[in-house]
């Protein structure tokens, strides 16, 4: 089993829509959790961290749900610039930052 | 401040050769760790340097090895190449547990 896994898509959804990813973990050590985003042939790039008591930046809102080690992730009001693989990520040590990746959800947005 | 830079940006090698690729941390960053990315899959952690010593290794073989240097940059290390190592390989940098910064990555291509 993976340590970290994500349906990879791809989610098509036109302009506007709201579209939710999720993901599940099996370390039940896992300290901190993170959605990046990574554009097509390009370097993986902070979206936001997620605590549990859920987080939101603008358009996207960020679940932790530790019980069931799950993660999820909301875009609210789709844009075409959203388009890009999102990758879900924990950390399961306390100090420096070694991350473990799922294998990311692809998310095109049509107009 | 350039962030994040490696090199060569793209590199063909033939099986049982060696590689050695480049990372030079953001600013101010002392921490590098490494990752490897096979098309279509998440990031997968390799190893991390602080204070130019191994801190933390995933799960590759020992023909991966790497080094930090005073100045915080570092080097990874392939030795006897295989197909299977064509991927795109990352740098990142941090300072001790805060974010980390990816760089645009080196795309091995082994024939």
């Known amino acids: 089993r993976k340590e970290v896994e994500q349906d990879p898509g791809p989610f098509n959804v036109p302009e506007g829509a709201t579209v939710a990813f999720n993901c599940t973990y099996s370390?039940?050590?896992?300290?901190?959790f993170f959605w990046y985003r990574q554009d097509c042939r390009k370097e993986p790039k902070l979206l936001m961290s997620?605590?549990?008591s859920g987080n939101e930046d603008g358009r996207f809102t960020a679940q932790l749900n530790r019980a069931s080690q799950y993660i999820s992730l909301l875009i609210r009001d789709s844009k075409l610039s959203d388009s890009a693989t999102y990758l879900c990520v924990v950390n399961t040590d306390t100090g420096r930052r070694a991350l473990t990746f799922g294998s990311g959800t692809r998310l095109q947005v049509q107009p | 401040d350039a962030g994040v830079t490696q090199s060569p940006t793209h590199l063909i090698k033939t099986r049982g050769q060696q590689v050695t690729l480049r990372c030079s941390p953001k600013?101010?960053?002392?921490?590098v760790s490494w990752y490897q990315q096979a098309l279509g899959q998440g990031p997968q952690f390799i190893f991390q340097y602080y204070e130019e010593e191994e801190r933390q290794r995933g799960n590759f073989p020992d023909r991966f090895s790497g080094h930090q240097f005073p100045n915080y940059s570092s080097e990874l290390n392939v030795n006897a190449l295989l197909l299977g190592d064509s991927a795109l390989y990352l740098c990142a940098s941090s300072l001790q547990a805060a974010e980390a910064f990816f760089g645009q990555g080196t795309r091995l291509t082994v024939v």
């Open positions: 600013s101010g960053h002392d921490t």
């Open positions: 370390n039940s050590a896992s300290q901190s």
């Open positions: 997620v605590y549990s």
